[in-house]
């Protein structure tokens, strides 16, 4: 009897210590938050990008109505990518000394007014302008938005570049659909307003309030697994303290981004090769020409949507 109980015993333990190490389900007011912010994040992804990509769709309309060279199609790529360039170069010497609100409103701003200022334009020149406010919403909300997601679980990232991904696909073909059901270049650019809106309603409404790192549990896990850029590292520095270093600790730091840096240069230098290619055909051929180079460039922001949203395999908020 005595072998019999403490077998029973020892069973119910066993059971007792495998119902404990399931995996505990996160609460309702968790999972909602998650996902939430992921949504938040998918949506700022596909608004920070749809005004870049709109303005190369609309390119041939640009130079078409204005009566402009074919050969004029390369600036309007270089207004869409050098602005943007700038601002990626120069955001590490200071632009987080800004707070996150006012470069979101900013972003959103100059979005709205790519819109309305190429559709309003009577020139080329004005229309490049407003092609460059358009590169300066996409660069600033990308170097401000990527950098908010440290404050937010790391699933996030993927719903991001998910959305930039569909930024491309959606922003094509809702030009393309609205144009060749009738609505002229300028009411088509002006119907596209609400996504600055929807936009800024995503960060303002949408997403959560980060929350404080909590100093123990996953959030410590996390911060341990973290491998420090700069080898004198002292456990006192934090993520996020960046200001505080050297000109030579960030050059340590750069140099140590090298080899994730460079086949992301290759691999956008081959996709501007390509917009430039297929833009250039888009403007310079006329009727079945100028349509071959907009399926081309739209099958590219296919594919690119489907690399962009790869990342979604084993991620869930």
């Known amino acids: 009897m005595g072998s019999s109980e403490s077998s029973w015993r020892r069973l119910e333990d066993s059971e007792r210590e495998e119902t404990d190490s399931e995996p505990q389900t996160p609460p309702l007011d968790n999972l909602s938050v998650l996902w939430k912010n992921a949504v938040g994040f998918w949506i700022l992804g596909l608004c920070n990008n749809f005004s870049y990509v709109v303005m190369l769709s609309a390119a041939h309309d640009i130079l078409k109505q204005e009566q402009a060279s074919g050969n004029q199609s390369h600036a309007v790529l270089l207004a869409d990518i050098l602005p943007t360039l700038v601002i990626k ?100 650019l002006l119907s596209m ?25 996953q959030d410590e896990a996390e911060t341990a697994a973290r491998q420090p850029l700069i080898g004198t590292e002292t456990p006192e520095s934090r993520p996020g303290t960046s200001w505080d270093l050297s000109l030579q600790e960030r050059w340590t730091v750069f140099k140590g981004l090298l080899r994730y840096i ?36 739209n099958l590219h922001l296919s594919g690119l949507c489907c690399s962009l949203s790869s990342c979604f395999s084993g991620t869930h908020p």
């Open 89 to 188: 170069l120069l955001a590490p010497l200071g632009l987080h000394l800004l707070p996150y609100s006012p470069r979101v409103l900013v972003s959103g701003v100059c979005s709205a007014g790519s819109f309305v200022l190429v559709a309003f334009s009577q020139s080329v020149g004005l229309s490049l302008c407003g092609v460059v406010l358009a590169s300066i919403s996409s660069g600033l909300g990308e170097v401000t938005f990527l950098s908010l997601t440290a404050f937010y679980p790391s699933a996030v990232i993927s719903w991001w570049s998910s959305g930039t991904g569909g930024a491309g696909l959606l922003g094509s073909l809702s030009y393309l659909g609205l144009t060749q059901a009738g609505l002229s270049p300028q009411h088509t």
């Open 193 to 217: 307003l609400g996504i600055p809106v929807l936009m800024l309603a995503s960060y303002f409404l949408l997403l959560t309030s980060p929350e404080p790192l909590d100093p123990g549990g």
């Open 262 to 297: 460079i086949p992301l240069v290759l691999v956008y230098f081959a996709e501007y090769f390509i917009n430039q290619g297929l833009v250039s055909e888009g403007c310079r051929g006329g009727g079945v020409g100028g349509e071959i180079g907009l399926t081309f460039h």
